[in-house]
């Protein structure tokens, strides 16, 4: 009896070892592989680089080019003295055409025809022609009249009044801001009135200081 339960075991044994033939051969390859495996990938001997201490630097030691100086911050006074002769150029430039534009305007004026012609139409007519008439003949009362005429252009021209021709001299007196002007304006008008409407006589002397007076006004800014 004992050697047939022996037989017994013996043959269950022999079946489980039939059915999975590997299960002990894998367990044993498996522990083998790992081992294996283990000493090829195995950093425990080696030891860790210490980890690099990083330190801030302090902003005065850090080095910093210092800002370089361009041609027009080491001549700073030729600089200036370039800039301030480029804008005399300028102005004077704008000064010479300006000159240009009024001499080309003033020859483009067309003659005058008589003094009635000028008085409608002041600022499109050259007074010139009847200016050396006049002259010529020594006729002081229409040389009175004409230099008039040529001052009210000139204080049109210098923004003092604005010339129509149906305004009046009073008019144009309230319209001068300049006190200097306007007081000189008033004086010339004086003569002016005696002489043109009034028929006055006025000899050589007296035209030559009322005419003073116009061309003193003519050149007032």
Same mark, same amino acid.
């Given at each position: 009896?004992?050697?047939?339960?022996?037989?017994?075991?013996?043959?269950? +044994?022999?079946?489980?070892?039939?059915?999975?033939?590997?299960?002990?051969? #894998?367990?044993?390859?498996?522990?083998e592989?790992y081992?294996?495996?283990?000493?090829?990938?195995?950093?425990?001997?080696?030891?860790?680089?210490?980890?690099?201490?990083?330190? #801030?630097r302090?902003?005065?030691?850090?080095?910093?080019?210092?800002?370089?100086?361009?041609?027009?911050?080491?001549?700073?006074?030729?600089?200036?003295?370039?800039?301030v002769?480029?804008?005399?150029?300028?102005?004077?430039? %704008?000064?010479?055409?300006?000159?240009?534009?009024?001499?080309a305007?003033?020859?483009?004026?067309?003659?005058?025809t008589?003094?009635?012609?000028?008085?409608?139409? =002041?600022? &499109? *007519?050259? =007074?010139?022609? =009847?200016?050396?008439?006049?002259?010529?003949? #020594?006729?002081?009362r229409?040389?009175?009249?004409? &230099? +008039?005429?040529? =001052?009210?252009?000139?204080?049109?021209?210098?923004?003092?009044?604005?010339?129509?021709?149906?305004?009046?001299? $009073?008019?144009?007196?309230l319209? %001068?801001?300049?006190?200097?002007?306007? #007081? $000189?304006?008033?004086?010339? *008008?004086?003569?002016?009135?005696?002489?043109w409407?009034?028929?006055?006589?006025?000899?050589?002397?007296?035209?030559?200081?009322?005419?003073n007076?116009?061309?003193?006004?003519?050149n007032?800014?």
């Amino acid at each position: 009896m004992v050697s047939m339960r022996l037989y017994k075991y013996l043959f269950i +044994f022999l079946a489980v070892i039939a059915c999975n033939p590997n299960s002990f051969a #894998q367990e044993g390859l498996s522990k083998e592989a790992y081992d294996e495996l283990r000493e090829d990938y195995d950093y425990s001997d080696i030891e860790p680089k210490p980890e690099r201490e990083e330190r #801030q630097r302090p902003i005065e030691e850090l080095e910093v080019d210092p800002p370089t100086s361009s041609w027009f911050t080491r001549n700073a006074w030729l600089s200036t003295a370039l800039a301030v002769l480029v804008i005399l150029v300028v102005v004077y430039l %704008i000064w010479l055409y300006q000159q240009r534009m009024d001499n080309a305007k003033v020859s483009e004026l067309k003659a005058a025809t008589s003094v009635e012609h000028a008085e409608q139409d =002041l600022l &499109n *007519v050259s =007074l010139d022609e =009847l200016l050396e008439e006049a002259s010529a003949e #020594q006729d002081l009362r229409m040389l009175v009249h004409l &230099n +008039f005429l040529e =001052l009210l252009r000139s204080l049109h021209n210098q923004n003092h009044i604005s010339w129509e021709p149906y305004k009046t001299n $009073g008019q144009y007196l309230l319209e %001068i801001v300049n006190d200097t002007v306007r #007081q $000189g304006y008033a004086e010339t *008008v004086v003569v002016f009135d005696r002489v043109w409407y009034g028929h006055k006589p006025i000899n050589s002397v007296g035209f030559d200081q009322w005419m003073n007076r116009v061309k003193s006004l003519q050149n007032e800014k």
